[in-house]
């Protein structure tokens, strides 16, 4: 057991969805890249070098949106975003329910909806 973003997590199971959060990461950079031709250079180095999730963390709790966010939000794809990304039912057991809360609060306010067919932990 170790502790995870403030609660005990099991092992092995942890890290594959850790695994699976940071190639959502990664995937966001590439997607945003060909969909759009936004290259969020610093986004995938913070990837790279802290790992998708610490990368998470650090954006979700600073006093402001990112660039990427706006950028993010100026092109109407909020499910780009690494905060629709904490909502995921499939990355629930990775975050609190203050990471979620904090989540939701920041898309709310730029007036996000969820992506039809993904399931979300907003609760």
Same mark, same amino acid.
């Given at each position: 057991m170790r502790l995870l973003n403030g609660r005990m997590k +099991? +092992? %092995?199971a942890v890290d594959e969805v850790?695994?699976?959060f940071h190639r959502a990461m990664?995937?966001?950079y590439e997607t945003a890249k060909r969909e759009l031709g936004y290259n969020a250079s610093r986004f995938v180095q913070m990837?790279?070098?802290q790992g998708g /999730? %610490?990368?998470a963390s650090q954006l979700l709790w600073s006093d402001t949106?990112?660039?990427g966010f706006t950028t993010l939000w100026e092109h109407h794809r909020l499910d780009l975003t690494v905060e629709d990304h904490v909502l995921r039912a499939e990355f629930a057991s990775l975050f609190s329910d203050a990471d979620r809360e904090r989540a939701l609060t920041r /898309?709310? %306010?730029? +007036?996000w909806?969820?992506?039809p067919g993904t399931s979300y932990e907003t609760g």
């Open positions: +099991g +092992g %092995a850790e695994r699976r990664i995937s966001i990837v790279s070098e /999730l %610490a990368t949106p990112s660039d /898309l709310n %306010a730029y +007036g909806r969820p992506k």
